[in-house]
């Protein structure tokens, strides 16, 4: 019996020493963790800003042959307003939409990355996408319900060439808060944006 004193004591006095190595072990790989996490989340942030600089080239480019297309609309439909049915008017219906992706900022979320991102910035990004995606329905509905109509004379062509401007007007509009949205987000991060553009002219 007095054998196992000495030993319990000893057991006794190591228990602390035992608890601090857990804990110590605990916020080691908690650490670890965070530092993964982090990476993770820069990676995410830095492809969201890549998908973001190339919707702007893609977006300023539809924005610039939209409108072109909205005066080519207008004067046929000038024209259609002042010849008649009888004239035979040559009409081009339509604009330019060349697909936007969001491939990054989906990525983002189901990988979980998006936790690290400070609110602000999961709110703008939010609200970018947002109107990203109401930006390429339009056109999708759009462009959808013209297959299935048909015109033959002229007072018939009227009503789709001014849905065509209609919606030019409206995509037009939305698109410029894109831009807007666009150049506010990567401005807020312009030294990872210069860190990324250097990267990429090396």
């Not at 000495?6 to 790989?29: H, K």
């Amino acid at each position: 019996m007095s054998q196992l004193r000495p030993n319990l004591r000893q057991v006794l006095l190591e228990i602390p020493a035992i608890i601090l190595a857990i804990f110590l072990a605990l916020a080691v790989d908690n650490c670890n963790e965070n530092r993964k996490e982090k990476n993770l989340a820069n990676k995410a942030l830095e492809a969201i800003i890549l998908e973001i600089q190339e919707n702007q080239s893609i977006l300023d480019s539809n924005l610039i042959e939209n409108k072109l297309k909205g005066e080519q609309m207008q004067a046929t439909r000038d024209s259609l307003i002042t010849q008649g049915d009888d004239a035979k008017i040559s009409v081009s219906i339509g604009y330019n939409q060349i697909i936007m992706s969001n491939g990054a900022w989906e990525m983002a979320k189901l990988s979980g990355a998006i936790r690290r991102f400070e609110p602000r910035t999961i709110q703008n990004l939010s609200e970018l996408y947002y109107l990203q995606e109401m930006y390429m329905n339009l056109g999708n509905d759009y462009f959808g319900q013209l297959a299935t109509a048909s015109f033959h004379q002229n007072k018939e062509e009227l009503p789709r060439v001014d849905a065509s401007l209609n919606l030019i007007k409206i995509t037009d509009s939305i698109g410029k808060s894109m831009m807007a949205n666009y150049r506010a987000f990567l401005e807020g991060h312009k030294d990872m944006v210069a860190r990324l553009n250097a990267n990429a002219a090396e």
